[in-house]
């Protein structure tokens, strides 16, 4: 901020536990500004409310901007006019019981909401929910650790939510790119089954890239900045190779060109996901049954082509929007 003689003062925030400007003091440590706050944000009480008027960016309630034209706070996904959003939740559908207007899921002293978002979410790999961990950024955690299991739902039980430092996770993932695996999956069986498609997605889940339609041998995986965590996601064919085998989401069939593998376009990404059909365990021939009842599973992996899991279309889905038969 500069003073009267065209020379920059500084100031520095300290914030609450939920990030809130609370204190603001000048260089010597002298305070500035003092803020304090009601549960969803409203501000009671105000020392030398005249310091920040006019400031841009002003800094206040979970340390984001206040809108001086509006009153309102920025949140990414949408406003923040204490005590509540001016705009419902996009996922309200998932909580039947809450306003698609409530900030935090009306647990404003223990979660915060950086994007105005919905809560992320432990699942197990079967898709069942068992807690939460208080943040609203539309992410998913899925937990197979019977400890992690355990204390989360413990948490759950008594209303608690628990940190990601305090659990095992094998994946974590944001609901957009689960969205954009069942999209992958749908565009395969559009173009007949037997060619390839394929989707990167940002490490928010808010940027998707996808593919032209690829081959029964591959498909081109788009391109994507270099900075950042991307997931990558394609499918395998859904129908019988030349020799009348099965494709499946664990084998890579680019053998002639060691590029081509899958294995080898791992590594350019955080998380790889491969979606199709598993040929059924009790089958050993062939049969009409056996091939309309494959199971549509997406297959994860990691940069060095560590299998991590795999989920049931079906199981995506839920996950996605639990209410929705």
Not at 123 to 143: A, E, F, L, M, R
């Amino acid at each position: 901020m500069k003073n009267g003689i065209g020379k920059y003062n500084k100031h520095y925030y300290t914030g609450n536990h939920l990030s809130s400007t609370q204190l603001v003091t000048d260089g010597t440590g002298v305070a500035i500004q003092q803020v304090e706050y009601a549960p969803f944000g409203e501000v009671v009480n105000e020392y030398n409310i005249d310091w920040s008027s006019g400031q841009v960016p002003d800094f206040k309630f979970n340390g984001k901007e206040l809108d001086e034209e509006n009153g309102m706070y920025y949140f990414e996904a949408r406003y923040h006019a204490p005590p509540s959003f001016i705009s419902r939740d996009v996922l309200f559908e998932e909580k039947p019981w809450m306003s698609p207007y409530a900030y935090c899921s009306n647990s404003p002293v223990t979660r915060i909401d950086p994007s105005g978002m919905s809560d992320g979410d432990y699942h197990k790999w079967n898709g069942d929910k068992i807690g939460t961990d208080g943040k609203n950024d539309n992410k998913i955690h899925i937990v197979s650790d019977r400890k992690s299991i355990k204390t989360i739902r413990q948490n759950d039980k008594h209303n608690k939510i628990t940190d990601t430092k305090d659990a095992k996770i094998d994946i974590t993932i944001t609901k957009g790119a689960l969205t954009e695996v069942l999209d992958v999956y749908d565009r395969a069986v559009k173009n007949g089954g037997n060619a390839e498609e394929a989707s990167v997605v940002s490490e928010d889940g808010k940027t998707i890239k996808k593919s032209e339609t690829g081959t029964s041998k591959g498909v081109n995986i788009p391109s994507h900045p270099a900075d950042g965590n991307w997931t990558s996601i394609h499918s395998h064919p859904l129908g019988l190779d030349e020799n009348n085998g099965w494709y499946e989401p664990y084998k890579s069939f680019a053998k002639e060109n060691e590029e081509a593998k899958d294995e080898y376009l791992f590594k350019n990404y955080i998380l790889n996901i491969i979606v199709g059909h598993l040929k059924p365990e009790w089958s050993s021939v062939l049969n009409d049954y056996d091939y309309d009842n494959r199971q549509r599973v997406a297959v994860f992996y990691d940069q060095k082509a560590k299998q991590l899991g795999q989920m049931s279309l079906s199981t995506i889905r839920k996950i996605i929007n639990p209410w929705k038969k």
